[in-house]
Structures are given as C-alpha cells and as structure tokens.
Nanobody, 121 residues
Framework: VQLQASGGGLVQTGGSLRLSCAASGSGFSINHMGWYRQAPGKQRELVATITSGGSANFADSVKGRFTVSRDNAKNTVYLQMNSLKPEDTAVYYC????????????????WGQGTQVTVSS
C-alpha cells in the first residue's frame, strides 16, 4: 500500500487548511485512519483518528477547530483545520491501519510521507 498526502502549506493565524491522504493498492481493508504531527524538537503526537465506522478521536489541543472525515470508497482520509494557530505548525503525517485479505488477523500500520503545515503569527 502507498499513502499520498497533500494539502499542506503556509497560512496565517486564524486561517484554514485541508489535508488529504489517499491509500492506494489492493487486497486489503482499511481499519482506522488518522493524522499525527511532529513539530521541531518534539515527539510525534496524535491529532485525530477515525475508525471504519466513523468514530473520531481528537487531541485536546485541536478539539473544536479540526475535523476528520474519510471516504471509504476512495480510501481517503481528510483533516479540515480551522482557526489555525502558530502552535499547529508541524509536519503532519497520515496513518492508516489495515488488514490484508491474506492475513486478516493482523492490523498493519502505514505512514504517509508527511506534509508541512506552517502557521504564521
């Protein structure tokens, strides 16, 4: 499977961005999808995840500002980021957990290449 993320960029404080991440390949079913971020000098942290049934989980720091959604037909996860703050500046990574048809009992995690989000003050 390959993950292709897009949508990062430079935005002013209070602005919005939408990230997307598409999983390509065959012979698998996606379990969970989500986004993590890593700021310079900090550990990678969870931003938001969404299950196959649509249940979402958010970091406290983004609740009320970010939404996560997925299009199961397109194997794509989206992150809508509103009211962006300078502290949201980071490289954002999509994460996908999936099961291959030939190994149904194991959930494998994959990471996208990362997309830079920079929020200027």
């Amino acid at each position: 499977v390959q993950l292709q993320a897009s949508g990062g960029g430079l935005v002013q404080t209070g602005g919005s961005l939408r990230l997307s991440c598409a999983a390509s390949g065959s012979g698998f079913s996606i379990n969970h999808m989500g986004w993590y971020r890593q700021a310079p000098g900090k550990q990678r942290e969870l931003v938001a995840t969404i299950t196959s049934g649509g249940s979402a989980n958010f970091a406290d720091s983004v609740k009320g500002r970010f939404t996560v959604s997925r299009d199961n037909a397109k194997n794509t996860v989206y992150l809508q980021m509103n009211s962006l703050k300078p502290e949201d500046t980071a490289v954002y990574y999509c994460n996908v957990g999936l099961r291959y048809d030939t190994d149904w009992y194991r959930v494998r995690n994959y990471w996208g290449q990362g997309t830079q989000v920079t929020v200027s003050s």
